[in-house]
């Protein structure tokens, strides 16, 4: 192993009293943000809801309680970095940084079009907030990783957080990467797997099954958890752990639902990568607008 | 000075680049004893990190690293990285991410380990993509400041470096410039104008005073920046001399004859171009009994350059 700068120093979590307020807040702003992903797609014509609706909850979380940034200062030396492995789930990314300020929201109307900085697939500096092209699977990990280790270097200034796909997790650099992040006991590395069990030619188990793949993770010596993606108080606690568990790189099983919160696209592996009608847009988001936050 | 292998330059130039810039960082590929990063491994080892057989995940990190504000160098065989010509297209390329690739190894000059150990296309294939520089120094001294040009110049480069050992085309007052054309023999009416790039650069001035002494008199120009291509020095010696002869110890399809040849066409020119390098795959042998058999010794690029000026 070779420990790059100081040990990470354990970091408290929230005062939990905060968190059922917290928790409401950050599902209202996913709810909005799951309307701008139909619409986005819808309006493009071409896209991936499935991919984009499981994980959104996920970056909800991350760009709205979890990352340190500043969208009005989006090279902020100092900030949190967040890279987008499984670079088509690219327009929830771009709904999360749009809310947050780092472009207009109506920008996002402009996903794919020509001329548009909102490519089908993240472009390092085309757009504020994105840090490295990907959409060529397998590669973001590695990338994240080489983040988390400047990091490191210069005393643990940032913390980084990488998404990648189910489907993604078939990609031979995954692992390489999954081999070489404990070596350097990468602690301010959080990866979460934003399992919802489908890829383009059908069910992750029928293409290339990854189970048991918490096993499999642990086993290369990361500090693995599993969770439901979609419930936001157990992301909290999950990301709470990564605060405190040191001395290893994390990974977050995010159990989650391919186009999650429009009952016809829920685990529907026809929603991937095909871009809902006007019609179809329409009632996704008045299905999706009922939906009574607790 | 003594010949010596580009590599060796390189390895000796990234610890001076280390002393002089804290971004600097090493990474291998457990190549590192070839690659010659044992030096800056000993003097930096917080700033040096192996990373396994696995060029993939090399590739990608030091993209990670860069935009961490480190300014990484990555070697392995110039082969193994350019095999991942994707991660580098997506990681480096497009996301022009401030690497630099160093690719040791290059061309037949490796000798016995033979075809699979050698970089045969690698100009080629990230001659293609956008965002890169390619630089191939001739001998020590340039090798030496190109390093250091590159660690102060922001985005993607790859260093196409030789194994074998170089005898200087420099004196030690030579000043590398970043995207010339380095004339180092000048005719005024040029017979022939070679093109010659690397680790056949010496061989290719040889045989350029032989045929001197023949009567053919010849122009010899090293180009040490493959990426982006001195233009206007091609078309400039073409417009004096209408044969123009490269030299290349990579393919000729995709190297620096078709970087010349583009350059002359763009320009409508009506010229002769003869793109002498490999034309199959390598094998093993020693580098002396493979230049003879692949016509890079000087004796082979003289026939080849004679032949080329009879027809």
Redesign the interface.
């Known amino acids: 192993m ?1 420990q ?2 100081k040990p990470l120093k354990v970091q408290q979590p929230a005062a939990l009293d905060m968190r059922d307020e917290e928790i409401k807040r950050l599902k209202e702003i996913a709810k909005e943000l799951r309307v701008w992903i139909i619409k986005t797609i819808s309006e493009a014509g071409s896209g991936h809801p499935g991919g984009s609706l499981s994980a959104i909850d996920i970056l909800t979380v991350l760009y709205f309680h979890t990352m340190r940034h500043r969208p009005q200062e989006p090279e902020w ?1 100092l900030r949190d ?1 967040f ?1 987008l492995s499984k670079g088509h789930g690219v327009p929830a990314l771009y709904a999360v940084l749009a809310k947050s300020g780092y472009f207009p929201m109506q920008e996002l109307m402009t996903l794919r079009k020509v001329n548009s900085r909102l490519h089908g697939h993240p ?3 085309a757009l504020p907030g994105i ?6 699977l ?14 490191k ?2 005393g643990n200034l940032f913390r980084v957080f990488c998404m990648v796909g189910d489907g993604e997790m078939q990609e ?2 995954i692992w ?2 999954l ?2 992040a404990p070596k ?1 006991a990468l602690d301010n590395l959080v990866v979460f797997l934003d399992y919802n069990k489908g890829q383009i030619d059908g069910h992750t188990k029928d293409i290339m099954n990854l189970e048991p793949i918490g096993d499999k993770v642990r086993a290369f010596n990361w500090d693995v958890q599993e969770i439901d993606g979609h419930d936001v108080s157990k992301i909290l606690s999950a990301i709470d752990r990564t605060r405190s568990a040191m001395g290893k790189p994390h990974f977050i099983i995010a159990n989650t639902v391919k186009g999650k919160g429009v009952s016809f696209m829920e685990n529907n592996i026809g929603w991937h990568g095909v871009a809902p009608t006007k019609e179809e847009a329409a009632r996704a988001i008045a299905e999706i607008e009922s939906h009574l936050i607790q | 000075m003594a010949a010596k292998a580009t590599r060796q330059s390189f390895g000796e130039a990234v610890v001076k680049a280390g002393e002089k810039n804290p971004r600097v960082v090493v990474m291998d590929a457990d190549l590192g004893k070839s690659t010659m990063t044992a030096e800056f491994m000993k003097k930096f080892p917080e700033r040096y990190f192996e990373m396994g057989i696995a060029e993939h995940n090399l590739i990608g990190t030091a993209a990670g690293l860069a935009i961490g504000g480190k300014i990484p160098f990555i070697t392995s065989f110039a082969c193994f990285l350019a095999g991942r010509y994707e991660t580098i297209r997506m990681s480096i390329s497009y996301s022009n991410a401030n690497v630099k690739m160093i690719g040791t190894h290059a061309g037949v000059g490796i000798g016995e380990d033979g075809n699979s150990q050698m970089g045969l296309e690698d100009i080629a294939l990230l001659r293609s993509l956008p965002n890169m520089t390619l630089l191939q120094p001739a001998d020590d001294t340039e090798a030496q400041q190109a390093v250091h040009w590159a660690t102060d110049h922001k985005g993607p480069v790859y260093f196409r470096l030789t194994r074998q050992k170089l005898p200087d085309v420099h004196t030690e007052d030579y000043k590398f410039e970043f995207g010339k054309g380095d004339i180092l023999k000048s005719a005024p009416t040029p017979k022939l104008v070679i093109f010659a790039t690397g680790g056949v650069v010496a061989n290719s001035l040889k045989a350029a005073e032989e045929l001197g002494k023949e009567g053919s008199a010849c122009t010899v120009v090293n180009i040490h920046t493959l990426k982006p291509f001195d233009d206007e020095l091609a078309v400039k010696l073409a417009r004096q001399c209408n044969k123009i002869f490269t030299v290349e110890d990579h393919y000729v399809v995709g190297g620096l004859g078709s970087a010349v040849s583009e350059a002359i066409t763009n320009a409508g020119l009506p010229v002769k171009v003869y793109r002498h390098g490999m034309k199959a795959y390598g094998e093993s042998g020693s580098p002396e009994d493979l230049y003879e058999k692949f016509g890079l010794s000087v004796s082979g690029i003289k026939k080849a350059a004679s032949d080329f000026l009879k027809n």
């Open positions: 070779q790059i700068g030396p970095h890279i472009v390092a500096g840090e490295a092209s990907t959409g060529s397998g590669q973001g990990l590695s990338v994240a990783q080489g983040i988390a280790m400047a990091s270097m210069d031979g650099q390489e990467t081999m070489s350097f």
